[in-house]
């Protein structure tokens, strides 16, 4: 009976968020990455058809229903923390049950956007071709692997195997990988610590009186700072985290910091150097609350460039073939 009830259409960057960046005749406007003229293809929307795509949060089960256990924690993430973002807002900093709340809805964002599962994604097929990779350096273990393939239900014919052949496919890498993008759900296991980490960082409030912050399909960007020893990146990372609140408000979140409550910063440096990650880090789309030249011209620069995540664990991505992440295999 739930499940009659149920909506595939998930948004992967919140309604309530994406809300305080309307312009003052309700419109946000978006900026495309991926559109080969940026100034072209601006447009305006309601939040409420932004940020979104079907069913990416839930898992179809055998007997056709849907498992929508995290768009459902999602969901009652939001309602909490939406009044208190609107209290950030308006420069009252938060502490206790309130700042937990909210640093549970920042993992939220650190974990549930494309930019995120997508990279986690590609993570598991850099395991998987890591293992092939052993496999293939083995051909005992080798062997056996295909032997184990062909007895299984898997394999549709096996007495037309030619093993040598499917050895040296492999070896030349003359495949393109692709992994569904439900393998970076995986993603969300690390909320808990994530939540830990924003409630232990010090907050600080940015109010920008001359320039307009934007925002991404990717808002909450993490930024390693400095050096430290091994030992400390190991007990605290040293990062500093940053969330665009509205078009006139940021948080900044570092491990330790003097400031606290909302600071007011006339330098438009600042608003450019964070609205230069938000461009950076998207992995599609740029969200802002007027139609801006400037803006346009920012996400152009940035046209190539998406969130990274280190590969090399798994060893060199040399060796790896081409990795694509679907919505559906």
């Given at each position: 009976?739930?499940?009659?009830?149920?909506?595939?259409r998930?948004?992967?960057?919140?309604?309530?968020?994406?809300?305080?960046?309307?312009?003052d005749?309700?419109?946000?406007?978006?900026?495309?990455?991926?559109?080969?003229d940026?100034?072209?293809?601006?447009?305006?929307?309601d939040?409420?058809?932004?940020?979104l795509?079907g069913?990416?949060y839930s898992?179809?089960?055998?007997?056709?229903?849907?498992?929508?256990?995290?768009?459902e924690?999602?969901q009652?993430v939001?309602?909490?923390?939406?009044?208190i973002?609107?209290?950030?807002?308006?420069?009252?900093?938060?502490d206790g049950q309130?700042?937990?709340d909210?640093?549970?809805?920042?993992?939220?964002?650190?974990?549930r956007?494309p930019a995120?599962?997508n990279?986690v994604a590609e993570?598991?097929?850099?395991y998987i071709?890591?293992?092939t990779?052993k496999?293939?350096?083995?051909?005992q273990?080798f062997?056996?692997e295909?032997q184990?393939?062909?007895?299984?239900?898997?394999?549709?014919d096996?007495?037309n195997f030619?093993?040598?052949a499917?050895?040296?496919?492999?070896?030349n890498r003359?495949?393109?990988?692709?992994?569904?993008?439900?393998?970076?759900?995986m993603?969300?296991?690390v909320t808990?610590k994530l939540t830990?980490?924003f409630f232990?960082m010090?907050?600080?409030l940015?109010?920008s009186?001359n320039?307009?912050?934007?925002?991404?399909?990717n808002?909450?960007v993490q930024?390693?700072v400095?050096?430290?020893s091994?030992?400390?990146?190991?007990?605290?990372p040293?990062?500093?985290?940053?969330?665009?609140?509205?078009?006139?408000v940021?948080?900044e979140?570092?491990?330790e910091?003097?400031e606290?409550?909302?600071?007011?910063?006339?330098?438009?440096?600042?608003?450019?150097?964070?609205?230069?990650?938000?461009a950076?880090?998207a992995?599609?789309?740029?969200?802002?609350?007027?139609?801006?030249a400037?803006i346009?011209a920012?996400?152009?620069?940035y046209?190539h460039?998406?969130?990274?995540?280190?590969?090399?664990?798994?060893?060199?991505?040399?060796?790896?073939a081409p990795?694509?992440?679907a919505?559906?295999?």
């Amino acid at each position: 009976m739930g499940n009659q009830k149920r909506t595939k259409r998930h948004h992967y960057v919140p309604d309530f968020y994406l809300r305080h960046f309307l312009d003052d005749r309700d419109h946000l406007w978006i900026y495309d990455k991926r559109a080969e003229d940026i100034e072209a293809s601006i447009r305006f929307s309601d939040p409420s058809n932004v940020g979104l795509q079907g069913n990416i949060y839930s898992v179809r089960k055998e007997d056709g229903t849907y498992d929508d256990r995290i768009d459902e924690w999602l969901q009652g993430v939001e309602n909490k923390a939406a009044p208190i973002h609107r209290k950030l807002i308006s420069g009252l900093m938060v502490d206790g049950q309130e700042k937990a709340d909210y640093s549970v809805f920042l993992s939220s964002l650190a974990t549930r956007t494309p930019a995120i599962l997508n990279r986690v994604a590609e993570l598991h097929g850099a395991y998987i071709q890591n293992r092939t990779n052993k496999i293939l350096a083995d051909e005992q273990r080798f062997r056996q692997e295909i032997q184990s393939f062909k007895e299984s239900p898997f394999c549709a014919d096996p007495n037309n195997f030619d093993v040598d052949a499917i050895a040296e496919f492999l070896k030349n890498r003359r495949y393109k990988l692709r992994i569904n993008q439900r393998a970076g759900l995986m993603a969300f296991q690390v909320t808990d610590k994530l939540t830990d980490k924003f409630f232990d960082m010090s907050w600080s409030l940015y109010e920008s009186q001359n320039s307009r912050f934007i925002t991404s399909d990717n808002p909450l960007v993490q930024t390693f700072v400095g050096t430290a020893s091994r030992s400390e990146q190991i007990a605290r990372p040293i990062e500093v985290a940053t969330l665009p609140l509205s078009p006139s408000v940021m948080l900044e979140m570092k491990w330790e910091s003097t400031e606290s409550g909302m600071v007011r910063r006339r330098d438009k440096d600042v608003a450019g150097l964070y609205n230069s990650m938000r461009a950076a880090n998207a992995e599609q789309f740029v969200f802002a609350s007027r139609r801006d030249a400037a803006i346009a011209a920012l996400v152009q620069k940035y046209r190539h460039h998406r969130m990274e995540i280190d590969l090399s664990k798994f060893g060199p991505t040399e060796d790896f073939a081409p990795m694509e992440v679907a919505r559906k295999l």
